[in-house]
């Protein structure tokens, strides 16, 4: 006999270890010969993340943070529709980095970001992170090495501070392949009701691949810390990433075991007139 993994455990990047993603398969589907089983554990998993979600908000103890971060059609906005279907809105917050504004430029990376953690009781989403600031920004030079190498640390200091702070962390990078994004860029030009995600500087970046690994493989072994780990989620089938993802997320609220609070004393005399 051997202990089964969970996928938290399957996926987690061990802290301290160099990620080598050439060697982590895209189109992994784990335990799933099919899309159909797939989508049924998944219905399965979304029914105990709704019950778990309405604990979690109702103890009103910590918050969750997801990142998820992706190259282009990587799936973020797939996985945050999928896997958070069903649960309640008013305890869940979507935050979607762009391009820096002027205002944000004139402050220290961090500032946007921590004004947009999600504050108790709250799963918030980032749509993008401040891992943009060692991603595209390590790759198009936006600022100098001296300054986006000095951000690793700072970034764990940022989530370690959060998370000491009542906030659990949880990091996703949706590993696709280049073919993949191939297919996926040429479904949008095709289909008329995708083509609005197409923009001309998608190639750009897509050109641009090997230096995003390098410098994907930097943050995801430079910053997953025990406290705020990273998870390298299989992509290529879309219906495998938005298990693995709900899947360490209702591991994670099961480990917390969220309660009710105790009501109020002496309810049993209440009487509603
Ligand atoms: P999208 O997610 O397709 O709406 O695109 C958002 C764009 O904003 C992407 O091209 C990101 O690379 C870019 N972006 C996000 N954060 C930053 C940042 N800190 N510095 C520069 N570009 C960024
Ligand atoms: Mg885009």
Redesign the pocket.
Known sequence: MYAELSLYEKYAVVPGTRVDLSQIDPNDTGDFATKKDARKALKKLRKKLVDLQERFYAWDARSILIVLQAM?TGGKDGTIEHVMQGTNPQGVEVT?????TAEELAHD?LWRVHKAVPPRRMIGIF??SHY??VL??RVHN?VPETVWRKRYEQINDFERLLSENGVVLLKFYLHISRDEQARRLQARLDDPNKRWKF?K?DLE?RALWDDYMAAYTDALSLCSTPHAPWFVVPANHKWYRNYVVASILVETLEQLNPQFPPPEENLDDVVVV
Not at 96 to 100: E, N, R
């Open positions: 282009d979607s980095f762009k391009v820096p990376f749509n993008r943009e600031d595209v920004v936006l923009s500087g970046e």
